[in-house]
């Protein structure tokens, strides 16, 4: 999939943006979301993607599914986040989903785009 869109989801951040219960169950919130994303993508992409799903502190250990890779970032999520962003080969178009400002202005100097949790939470 080297020319799909790669999206970065910050599953923290998007988990976190509505008040549903998520803190009782970090874990089970990381992985009802990573379900959405797998059944449902991220809707009004034009093209295919690769869903990159970061998961941190509580929610390590998460597995991928099919359509969603799930990467348990050691340290901070926001540094494996922007270490992805860098890394990604041939100036891969790359969007970020997070409302944290600082994640969004690092990223978007390596030349991502972003977009806030609703672009793939309801």
């Known amino acids: ?5 790669l999206v970065i989801v910050d ?3 998007v988990v ?8 009782r169950d970090r ?8 379900d959405r994303l797998a059944a449902d993508g991220v809707p009004g992409l034009p093209g295919p993607a690769e ?6 502190g509580a929610a390590r250990g998460v597995p991928s599914v099919a359509g969603v890779r799930v990467e348990s970032a ?7 986040m922007v270490d992805l962003v ?7 178009p790359c969007l970020v989903v997070t409302a944290d400002r600082e ?3 690092r990223v978007a100097e390596l030349g991502a785009e972003v977009a806030g949790p609703r672009t793939v939470r309801p």
């Open 1 to 5: 999939m080297e020319s799909a869109l």
């Open 11 to 13: 599953a923290a951040n």
């Open 16 to 23: 976190g943006s509505v008040p549903d219960g998520w803190w």
């Open 27 to 34: 874990k089970g919130a990381a992985e009802r979301l990573r």
């Open 51 to 56: 869903i990159v799903l970061v998961v941190e």
């Open 74 to 80: 050691q340290g901070s999520g926001d540094d494996h």
């Open 86 to 92: 860098a890394g990604r080969a041939d100036g891969r």
């Open 103 to 105: 994640l969004r202005r």
